[in-house]
T-cell receptor, first 116, second 114 residues
Framework: NAGVTQTPKFQVLKTGQSMTLQCAQD?????MSWYRQDPGMGLRLIHY???????DQGEVPNGYNVSRSTTEDFPLRLLSAAPSQTSVYFC???????????????FGAGSRLTVL | AQSVTQLGSHVSVSEGALVLLRCNYS??????LFWYVQYPNQGLQLLLK??????LVKGINGFEAEFKKSETSFHLTKPSAHMSDAAEYFC????????????FGSGTQLTVLP
């Protein structure tokens, strides 16, 4: 059971380049999300999805796009990278039940992105 | 939306000493509360969570936390620190019924001194 898998682990981009961070989970979780982690700011929610075909914005969505075509995959796209997007990105998933707030997130190992 | 405050971005304790990491949330409605731990170059792992019921919650690795509604606090403690406890700790809160707005504190880096 692999859990949540993120690729790549490290990436360096130049300003204006585009890229996609991949996230896949094999636990049949309906809920998937992307967070960014910056020093002194904890984790901030970028986008989330409660099922295939459904996505919504979190706290810091600007500059990022997502889609959810399957239950397993939730890619995060940067269309035109900016230095302010230098960060560590985490994908996380959980089941969605009758009391989904109590469900624990399973996190991937993270993707460290540097934008020059 | 919830707001979570962790007092002290860095905490140092000696091995064998008490660990106390502070967390306060802002809500008139008790939320669900979590403590996650992040070891270097890894993702976050759940230490413990409070949803309903007993206000003293026990987690993994000897950690526990007490939900105090009157103080809007959920402080994390461990009676005796071990070198392996060195990590970053995050408190998080979410309003009941929603997994969509889990709010994290800014984190506390715990250093354990020999």
């Amino acid at each position: 059971n692999a859990g949540v898998t993120q690729t790549p682990k490290f990436q360096v981009l130049k300003t204006g380049q585009s890229m996609t961070l991949q996230c896949a989970q094999d636990m049949n979780h309906e809920y998937m999300s992307w967070y960014r982690q910056d020093p002194g700011m904890g984790l901030r929610l970028i986008h989330y999805s409660v099922g295939a075909g459904i996505t919504d914005q979190g706290e810091v969505p600007n500059g990022y796009n997502v889609s959810r075509s399957t239950t397993e995959d939730f890619p995060l796209r940067l269309l035109s990278a900016a230095p302010s997007q230098t960060s560590v990105y985490f994908c996380a998933s959980s089941p969605v039940g009758t009391d989904s707030g109590a469900n624990v997130l399973t996190f991937g190992a993270g993707s460290r992105l540097t934008v020059l | 939306a919830q707001s979570v405050t962790q007092l002290g971005s860095h905490v140092s304790v000696s091995e064998g000493a008490l660990v106390l990491l502070r967390c306060n949330y802002s809500s008139s409605v008790p939320p669900y509360l979590f403590w996650y731990v992040q070891y270097p170059n890894q993702g976050l792992q759940l230490l413990l969570k409070y949803t309903t019921g007993a206000t003293l919650v026990k987690g993994i690795n000897g950690f526990e936390a007490e939900f105090k509604k009157s103080e809007t606090s959920f402080h994390l403690t461990k009676p005796s620190a071990h070198m392996s406890d060195a990590a970053e700790y995050f408190c998080a809160a979410v309003s009941s019924g929603s997994a969509r707005q889990l709010t994290f504190g800014s984190g506390t880096q715990l250093t354990v001194l020999p």
